[in-house]
């Protein structure tokens, strides 16, 4: 919503006030630096988010019903093999979805689900916890909260290989060098360090995975395509990933989280930030290319990385983050911003909220309005916590 809207529905709201049937939002404290390095800030500002989703429960979504989100180590052991169990079960169902014509490669519906990326995640987000739904995980879809893990990802109960785990780290691949990442080619390479894996998860859970397509290599300067033709076809192989800590630590530790959530009041600004959008900062690697960067391998192709069952857990903290900015000061965080085409190429108009996603077959067609509300139950309705 431009500043002119805002500024007319302000008038509107003051000259009516029985329209603004949501209480005021709880304002937002000052912290000492050391809250926010310690995680406790962003601890105090999801709460906070969540008292003022209270205000905003709608249709069917209620404080009865509505979904937790809880991060990996919130969950019991039991809890964990249940997701597990619910996440493989996904896997193991075939794929009825798209076309086989379409996509000879994807086998199964995991295989689908893992080659309809660029969409916006949260409806995507939504769409997984719902099939996790048909999976006996009533739950919200867990998170992985980056900042507990600065001393690198293979330490973090998310990846020790046990079966509570989300499966090991690949095996370790010695000697390589480090990787230039200049994906679009637009601004300066980010170098990352390699990882502590590099090859095939070594043990637990879906260290057994099959993947079947990809991977496609995305070229410097040429940004992917929306409906890579490559890809398709059966590729079966191991998943692999290379756990890093160093992604982590430079761009996704809980004070960097925290200062993204609290320095930013336009969605331009933190998605632009957040995303690395080169029309809004110069930096490449950002808190979404660092969630991706954390755990490698697979989950660093811009195509396939939603096969890595950690893509789900690093982007329900991606969504987490986005969650708690927009219920912050929720009425003035209902835009979207934008293009119809990835950074603009070719040109195309802004997104507006009227636009509507559509990721049929995977799920049904909504319009973006009806997914600026979290719990408004059209159809979203979780909270974190
Ligand atoms: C949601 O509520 C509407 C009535 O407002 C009802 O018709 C519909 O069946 C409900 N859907 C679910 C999934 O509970
Ligand atoms: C890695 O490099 C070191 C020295 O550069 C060499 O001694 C070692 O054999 C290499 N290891 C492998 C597996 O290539
Ligand atoms: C992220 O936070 C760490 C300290 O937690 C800091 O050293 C680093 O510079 C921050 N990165 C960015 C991009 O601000
Ligand atoms: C699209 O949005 C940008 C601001 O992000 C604005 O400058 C531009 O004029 C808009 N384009 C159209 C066609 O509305």
Sequence with gaps: MGALSTYLLSLLTAAFPFMQRDGPNLPIPSFTQEEIDSGAALRRLNGIAAANALNRYGNNCTAANVKVRREWRALSKDERRQYIKAVKCIMDKPNTIVSQLEVPGAKMLY?????????????????????????????????????????????????????????????????????????????????????????????????????????????????????????????????????????????????????????YNTIREFQGTMEGDPRVTREAFNTHQAAHGAIGGLAMNPLFSPYDPAFWLTHGMVERLYWIWQLLDFDNRQDVWGT??????????????????????????????????????????YVYS
């Excluded at 690198?152 to 785990?165: A, E, K, R, W, Y």
Aim: with cysteine; hydrophobic share 35%.
């Design 111 to 263: 295989d689908a689900i893992a080659c309809l990326f660029l969409v916006f995640h949260r409806y995507y987000l939504h769409a997984f916890e719902r099939e996790l739904g048909s999976c006996g995980w009533e739950q919200g879809v867990p998170y992985w909260e980056w900042g507990l893990d600065t001393n690198g990802p293979h330490l973090s109960p998310v990846f020790d290989g046990s079966d509570t785990s989300l499966g090991s780290d690949g095996a370790f691949i010695p000697n390589r060098t480090a990787a230039r990442l200049d994906l679009l080619g637009f601004q300066e390479p980010t170098i990352i360090p390699p990882g502590t894996g590099g090859g095939c998860l070594m043990k637990g859970p879906f260290s057994d995975m099959v993947v079947r397509l990809g991977p496609v290599e995305v070229l410097p300067s040429q940004p992917f395509p929306s409906a890579p033709k490559e890809g398709r076809e059966e590729n079966p192989r191991c998943l692999q990933r290379d756990l890093n800590g160093d992604p982590v630590r430079r761009w996704n530790t809980h004070r960097n989280v925290t200062e993204l959530i609290l320095k």
């Design 340 to 381: 119809r085409t990835f950074l603009n190429i070719p040109p195309s108009p802004n997104i507006t909220v009227e636009d509507t996603i559509d990721i049929q077959p995977l799920i049904g067609p909504v319009k973006i309005k009806d997914l600026m509300n979290p719990v408004g139950g059209t159809p979203l309705c």
